[in-house]
């Protein structure tokens, strides 16, 4: 069953269009993230889906009903704010039954739910303390609670760990993702950081400014990337991307001899991942090797064939000096092509896997690249 | 090591010496001077300044004149400070809202802050005069009875009142605006979305996070209610018989049209150590309930 959906949604800000005919669904007991830039409408959708904000045009569907103009109380959602939006003069009980009390729910049903969330957040020890002595994280699990204690089915979260340093963020992460499955909530999550997106998500909505770019689970928005941008947003590093002129005998990385397929260059650009390139001995494509990264379970090179410059990432410590020659090697299932002016993906549409490495010939593979 | 830690001693008391004097000499010396005097007789040219104990302070128990300003002023207190803290709250929330022409409208009532008292009360008087003045010509206009608003010892304490109120007011919703602006957006939003009204939502979050600034505002209206009598010199000088009278008026009247220096001095003492009271009652009591960010 679908828990939310979006018709055609567009919200102006004067004359900026902060969300631009968006449609999507939510489906039951899904994660779902939203994910993009900033300023590119995040908050802004979230917040016509709470119900804070009221679209310009297109509806909202709330478990089935059209819920576009409705108060946030009735569409029976909890929200997760990014500064977590606790009451400063309340301790944490009392932060956690606020909405049960708004909506007097019974003593015993009352304390029954807080026992539970607070051992499920694990705040049982804190609860007569204030929001200022508690550390971001707790505060955050406060915010949590709140959300969670009101059982409502939807849960509406705006970047709510970005307040967190690197590590908890990573554990908060995994806890937040188990959680919800435990609950089976219907989650709507934004945030700016693609690795929270990607491992946390079942499902990612990629925007730029106000529009969607791209929808699909994340090995969808990883294996295939509908466009140039949803290829550089996703990753770490992004991927490769090197524009291509016309060769001789194909397509050439501009600035180089080293034709890598068939068919026209100009205007085309060529995607790969840094993890889909290797170093080799013999054959391959060469190239110059400009500085390394060492990241502890891997290295991350910078390299140059031609004038594009390329990220290559290898297992382990990788050791040599900038202005090395290296050969570098790709198989062709991991390329990728785009359209330069449209910034589409060529080969297809999106989804089709197996079909874009199709009119891929690599002349690495055939040495035929070796000289310049 | 020693010599620059003393000279660092002899900064510190330089940089102090010229507000330490302005201190001393314009508040801790008249302070302690009118207590001093509050034990001495007046002086007259036959009689010397004499000590004379608690006398004057057992005279001022006999005074009439004091026990009836004592009372003025304790009504003063009742009408003006709930009213004023009351209507600055209301205006504030208000303002704060998204109103068109908003600007204008904290302008409006921050207005009488800016004026002089005595141009306040000199508006007042068109509209307390008797028979032309503007509340008397509307009562006349709907066939009421008209009256000596002034001049009427059941009513010129209200009126003062209420002029008071009007003044203090827009002075004490800044500070509450200013409160209510700093509160973060989002907790009124997570109230919403768990379907508190607004109602709700003021009464368990916005009035307690409120709560230091209306202590403030508490402590300077009630400072206020014994401060404020410039307009009693415009409108009533007192009268009728005393009866809008307030404690630093008659103190006022005792030291400059009776000359009785010390018996300004007793009363002057009894109104200092009434307000110290008051402000460390207000803060020791109240502090314990306020939430402080
Ligand atoms: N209240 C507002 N008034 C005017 N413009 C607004 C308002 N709120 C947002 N905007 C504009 O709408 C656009 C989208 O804003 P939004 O807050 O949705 O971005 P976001 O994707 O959440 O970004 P971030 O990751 O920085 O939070 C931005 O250009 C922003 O300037
Ligand atoms: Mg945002």
Same mark, same amino acid.
């Given at each position: 069953?679908?828990?939310?959906?979006?018709?055609?949604?567009?919200?102006?800000?004067?004359?900026?269009?902060?969300?631009?005919?968006?449609?999507?669904?939510?489906?039951?007991?899904?994660?779902?993230?939203?994910?993009?830039?900033?300023?590119?409408?995040?908050?802004?959708?979230?917040?016509?889906?709470?119900?804070?904000?009221?679209?310009?045009?297109?509806?909202?569907?709330?478990?089935?009903?059209?819920?576009?103009?409705?108060?946030?109380?009735?569409?029976?959602?909890?929200?997760?704010?990014?500064?977590?939006?606790?009451?400063?003069?309340?301790?944490?009980?009392?932060?956690?039954?606020?909405?049960?009390?708004?909506?007097?729910?019974?003593?015993?049903?009352?304390?029954?739910?807080?026992?539970?969330?607070?051992?499920?957040?694990?705040?049982?020890?804190?609860?007569?303390?204030?929001?200022?002595?508690?550390?971001?994280g707790q505060r955050q699990r406060v915010?949590?609670?709140?959300?969670i204690v009101s059982e409502h089915p939807?849960?509406?979260?705006?970047?709510?760990?970005?307040?967190?340093?690197?590590?908890?963020?990573?554990?908060?992460?995994?806890?937040?993702?188990?959680?919800?499955?435990?609950?089976?909530?219907?989650?709507?999550?934004?945030?700016?950081?693609?690795?929270?997106?990607?491992?946390?998500?079942?499902?990612?909505?990629?925007?730029?400014?106000?529009?969607?770019?791209?929808?699909?689970?994340?090995? $969808?928005?990883?294996?295939?990337?509908?466009?140039?941008?949803?290829?550089?947003?996703? !990753?770490?590093?992004?991927?490769?991307?090197?524009?291509?002129?016309?060769?001789?005998?194909?397509?050439?990385?501009?600035?180089?001899?080293?034709?890598?397929?068939?068919?026209?260059?100009?205007?085309?650009?060529?995607?790969?991942?840094?993890?889909?390139?290797?170093?080799?001995?013999?054959?391959?494509?060469?190239?110059?090797?400009?500085?390394?990264?060492?990241?502890? $379970?891997?290295? *991350?090179?910078?390299?140059?064939?031609?004038?594009?410059?390329?990220?290559?990432?290898?297992?382990?410590?990788?050791? $040599?000096?900038?202005?090395?020659?290296?050969?570098?090697?790709?198989?062709?299932?991991?390329?990728?092509?785009?359209?330069?002016?449209?910034?589409?993906?060529?080969?297809?549409?999106?989804?089709?896997?197996?079909?874009?490495?199709?009119?891929?010939?690599?002349?690495?593979?055939?040495?035929?690249?070796?000289?310049? | 090591?020693?010599?620059?830690?003393?000279?660092?001693?002899?900064?510190?008391?330089?940089?102090?010496?010229?507000?330490?004097?302005?201190?001393?000499?314009?508040?801790?010396?008249?302070?302690?001077?009118?207590?001093?005097?509050?034990?001495?007789?007046?002086?007259?040219?036959?009689?010397?300044?004499?000590?004379? !104990?608690?006398?004057?302070?057992?005279?001022?128990?006999?005074?009439?004149?004091?026990?009836?300003?004592?009372?003025?002023?304790?009504?003063?207190?009742?009408?003006?400070?709930?009213?004023?803290?009351?209507?600055?709250?209301?205006?504030? *929330?208000? *303002?704060?809202?998204?109103?068109?022409?908003?600007?204008?409208?904290?302008?409006?009532?921050?207005?009488?802050?800016?004026?002089?008292?005595?141009?306040?009360?000199?508006?007042?008087?068109?509209?307390?005069?008797?028979?032309?003045?503007?509340?008397?010509?509307?009562?006349?206009?709907?066939?009421?009875?008209?009256?000596?608003?002034?001049?009427?010892?059941?009513?010129?304490?209200?009126?003062?009142?209420?002029?008071?109120?009007?003044?203090?007011? !827009?002075?004490?919703?800044?500070?509450?605006?200013?409160?209510?602006?700093?509160?973060?957006?989002?907790?009124?939003e997570a109230a919403r979305l768990e379907?508190?009204?607004?109602?709700?939502?003021?009464?368990?979050?916005?009035?307690?996070?409120?709560?230091?600034?209306?202590?403030?505002?508490?402590?300077?209206?009630?400072?206020?209610?014994?401060?404020?009598?410039?307009?009693?010199?415009?409108?009533?000088?007192?009268?009728?018989?005393?009866?809008?009278?307030?404690?630093?008026?008659?103190?006022?009247?005792?030291?400059?049209?009776?000359?009785?220096?010390?018996?300004?001095?007793?009363?002057?003492?009894?109104?200092?150590?009434?307000? $110290?009271?008051?402000?460390?009652?207000?803060?020791?009591?109240?502090?314990?309930?306020?939430?402080?960010?």
């Amino acid at each position: 069953m679908t828990a939310i959906e979006v018709e055609g949604v567009t919200k102006l800000w004067g004359t900026t269009r902060a969300v631009d005919d968006v449609s999507f669904r939510v489906p039951e007991g899904s994660f779902v993230v939203l994910l993009g830039p900033s300023g590119c409408g995040k908050s802004t959708t979230l917040r016509i889906l709470a119900g804070l904000e009221e679209p310009t045009a297109g509806r909202v569907l709330i478990g089935g009903r059209d819920m576009t103009r409705a108060a946030p109380a009735e569409r029976r959602i909890s929200m997760v704010f990014q500064s977590y939006a606790l009451f400063p003069h309340l301790d944490v009980r009392e932060n956690i039954l606020f909405g049960l009390r708004v909506r007097r729910v019974a003593r015993e049903e009352r304390e029954r739910r807080l026992a539970r969330v607070a051992e499920l957040v694990g705040l049982a020890e804190l609860l007569d303390r204030k929001p200022a002595q508690l550390s971001g994280g707790q505060r955050q699990r406060v915010a949590l609670a709140r959300a969670i204690v009101s059982e409502h089915p939807i849960c509406l979260m705006d970047e709510p760990l970005s307040n967190l340093d690197a590590k908890l963020r990573q554990e908060m992460r995994l806890e937040l993702r188990a959680l919800q499955r435990r609950l089976a909530m219907t989650v709507v999550y934004v945030t700016h950081d693609q690795a929270e997106a990607m491992s946390m998500a079942d499902r990612i909505i990629l925007m730029r400014a106000g529009r969607i770019e791209q929808e699909g689970d994340p090995d $969808a928005l990883y294996g295939q990337p509908a466009t140039l941008f949803a290829a550089s947003f996703i !990753g770490t590093p992004p991927m490769n991307l090197l524009a291509l002129e016309d060769g001789p005998e194909g397509a050439v990385v501009a600035g180089s001899g080293v034709t890598v397929l068939e068919g026209p260059g100009r205007g085309r650009i060529l995607g790969i991942r840094p993890e889909h390139v290797r170093i080799t001995e013999e054959g391959g494509v060469p190239a110059e090797l400009l500085a390394t990264d060492y990241l502890g $379970a891997d290295t *991350v090179i910078s390299a140059r064939i031609g004038d594009q410059r390329l990220g290559i990432r290898v297992p382990g410590r990788f050791r $040599a000096t900038p202005g090395t020659a290296i050969r570098l090697a790709w198989s062709p299932e991991h390329l990728h092509l785009f359209d330069a002016r449209s910034g589409r993906r060529e080969s297809g549409p999106a989804g089709l896997r197996g079909t874009d490495p199709a009119p891929v010939r690599i002349a690495a593979t055939a040495s035929k690249g070796g000289g310049s | 090591m020693r010599a620059s830690r003393h000279l660092h001693h002899v900064y510190g008391w330089l940089l102090l010496t010229p507000a330490a004097i302005l201190l001393l000499s314009f508040t801790h010396y008249p302070t302690v001077a009118t207590i001093w005097q509050s034990f001495f007789s007046t002086g007259t040219a036959l009689r010397p300044s004499s000590f004379v !104990g608690l006398d004057n302070y057992r005279f001022m128990l006999e005074d009439e004149i004091f026990w009836k300003v004592v009372g003025n002023n304790l009504l003063f207190a009742a009408g003006t400070i709930p009213a004023s803290i009351a209507l600055a709250l209301l205006m504030a *929330v208000w *303002v704060n809202g998204r109103l068109p022409g908003r600007a204008l409208v904290r302008m409006a009532y921050f207005t009488p802050t800016v004026l002089p008292m005595i141009a306040v009360a000199n508006i007042w008087l068109f509209f307390y005069t008797p028979e032309i003045g503007l509340l008397d010509q509307i009562l006349r206009a709907f066939d009421l009875p008209t009256r000596n608003w002034l001049g009427d010892p059941d009513t010129v304490l209200w009126c003062i009142v209420v002029l008071a109120v009007w003044k203090e007011a !827009g002075f004490f919703m800044i500070f509450y605006l200013a409160a209510l602006q700093a509160l973060p957006p989002e907790l009124e939003e997570a109230a919403r979305l768990e379907g508190a009204s607004r109602a709700y939502y003021f009464r368990r979050v916005v009035f307690p996070l409120l709560m230091p600034t209306t202590l403030f505002v508490l402590v300077n209206a009630v400072i206020n209610s014994f401060k404020l009598v410039d307009q009693l010199f415009i409108l009533t000088k007192g009268g009728p018989d005393n009866a809008s009278s307030l404690l630093l008026y008659y103190i006022y009247e005792v030291a400059f049209s009776f000359f009785d220096d010390s018996y300004a001095a007793t009363l002057t003492v009894v109104l200092l150590a009434a307000l $110290a009271l008051i402000s460390l009652g207000q803060f020791l009591f109240l502090d314990r309930r306020i939430h402080y960010r």
